[in-house]
């Protein structure tokens, strides 16, 4: 059995890794699927997601960025929504403090900071004083001067473990951190590729490991698909990583990914 804690909530499964569903409050992420709301929101818990992930503003290459306002009057009604018929895992993806604290204040429970506190140092702080889970990503063209995707690996590892450390002089408990490559993020497609290959060594570090690999353009380039036509090599993606090591899939289509995980419990 898989037990995490979350924030102040601890769930288990008895498959191999959590799902998170992805809930885009806004016009521009790249799936257009995902984008939605409450809606959206119900949809995917109804589907059996094991935390929903609620982002205000699109992370897609070339996003346009928006106000703390704008962003918190994006996902505080979908988080009041789910508080009022659900205890299950909140996810903000997030980078700044303003909309954390809105949403921790309706109930979420996981703070996702694709810029690993980079944006804003104060953030940790105040992920400390909530006792929230923290997700670090390694993102934004850290690897653009890197020579080869042989080194990528190292480079993605070293950075997500001093972010960590960062994380943890803030006064984050190292057991509410979780760690996540950044695929897609600033990365060729043979360093995306060595990445997913790597899972096991990413998963080397001590924290639980997750894998964000949904329908991405290093997906369609191994496959030649489009965007809506990505859902397969996605489940297989996510299936070799798990396999790997990975805790958390956070992904668009939480039904497909559940059966391909009950099958692993199963034969795996």
């Known amino acids: 059995m898989l037990k995490m804690t979350f924030g102040e909530r601890t769930i288990s499964t008895e498959r191999r890794a959590f799902i998170m569903g992805i809930v885009n409050a806004t016009p521009d992420s790249f799936f257009s699927k995902s984008r939605g709301g409450v809606n959206k929101a119900f949809e995917l818990l ?6 929903i992930d609620i982002g205000g503003e699109s992370t897609r290459p070339g996003f346009t960025q928006v106000s703390k306002e704008e962003e918190i009057k994006r996902i505080v009604p979908v988080i009041k929504a789910l508080r009022k018929k659900s205890d299950v895992v909140i996810s ?5 403090k303003e909309v954390m604290k809105a949403a ?3 109930g979420a429970d996981i703070l996702n900071d694709v810029s690993s506190f980079e944006s804003d140092p104060a953030l940790a702080d105040y992920a400390a004083e909530k006792n929230l889970s923290v997700i670090l990503m390694h993102g934004y063209n850290k690897s653009e001067n890197h020579e080869s995707s042989e080194n990528i690996t190292k480079e993605v590892s070293d950075y997500l473990l001093e972010r960590a450390n960062f994380a943890i002089a803030h006064g984050i408990k190292k057991e509410k951190i979780i760690l996540d490559p950044g695929i897609g993020f600033g990365k060729t497609n043979e360093e995306n590729i060595s990445l997913i290959k790597d ?23 191994m496959t030649g698909r489009d965007v809506e036509e990505r859902l397969t090599g996605t489940v297989t ?5 798990v396999i790997k090591g990975a805790k958390i899939l956070r992904v668009h289509d939480v039904k497909e990914t559940l059966d ?3 099958v692993m419990k199963y034969l795996l």
């Open 237 to 241: 993606a996510d299936l070799i990583s």
């Open 199 to 221: 899972t096991e060594k990413l998963c080397s570090s001590g924290y639980p490991l997750l894998m964000a690999l949904s329908r991405k353009r290093v997906i369609g380039n």
């Open 104 to 106: 921790y204040e309706e």
């Open 260 to 262: 391909s995980l009950n």
């Open 46 to 51: 109804d589907q059996g997601a094991d935390i």
């Open 92 to 96: 903000v993806d997030t980078r700044k």
